[in-house]
């Protein structure tokens, strides 16, 4: 748990861990797994493998907004050779469960971005502000947030090194930070 300081004032964040995560590759979902979350090409095959997040919002349903939502990621980049854009979308359909078909879904808007570099050393910690996604799908009376992760870079730009290329989540460090 966190501690901020608003006006001076002190208020505690509240770390929510994903209720389930998952990844498959673009090329063929049946590669589903919970246990590595990858983004990008994890091996010499053009894969282009995309990571998916579900938070459970419903203890935050009855006040119908927050303050602040972080999406608090740890990553692992590998094999980038200048930089790639890694997005995370938000799926806009509710989803009480994800499945593998959540990779190619096209009901996807986009909610932040960052960009690794060949240099950067591992872990590379990212915070994203997701606040405004987070409190439309609390007024609307939804409680489950699903976002997608995914490496624009190796997506338009294919394998060209035809070698490994992309990030892994470190999911023990993956959460969303909420100021109430």
């Known amino acids: 748990m966190a501690v901020l300081l608003a006006a001076g004032v002190a208020s505690h964040a509240e770390d929510v861990k994903p209720a389930e995560a998952g990844s498959t590759a673009c090329a063929c979902i049946d590669w589903w797994t919970t246990k590595n979350l990858w983004v990008g090409n994890p091996n010499l095959l053009n894969r282009k493998d995309r990571t998916s997040i579900r938070f459970d919002l419903t203890k935050h349903l009855a006040k119908g907004r927050v303050s602040k939502a972080e999406l ?3 990553v692992h980049p590998f094999g980038i050779y200048d930089e790639n854009t890694f997005v995370v979308e938000q799926l806009m359909r509710e989803r009480m469960e994800l499945k593998p078909t959540d990779t190619l879904s096209d009901d996807a808007e986009k909610r932040a971005e ?15 502000d997701v606040t405004e996604c987070v409190n439309k799908l609390l007024q609307t009376g939804h409680t489950q947030l699903v976002l997608r992760l995914r490496d624009t870079t190796v997506e338009d730009r294919g394998n060209k090194k035809n070698k490994a290329e992309g990030l892994a989540v470190i999911a023990n460090e993956l959460k969303l930070e909420i100021l109430p």
């Open 114 to 128: 960052f960009v690794l570099k060949a240099e950067d050393k591992p872990p590379c910690r990212q915070r994203l």
């Open 72 to 74: 608090c990621l740890a």
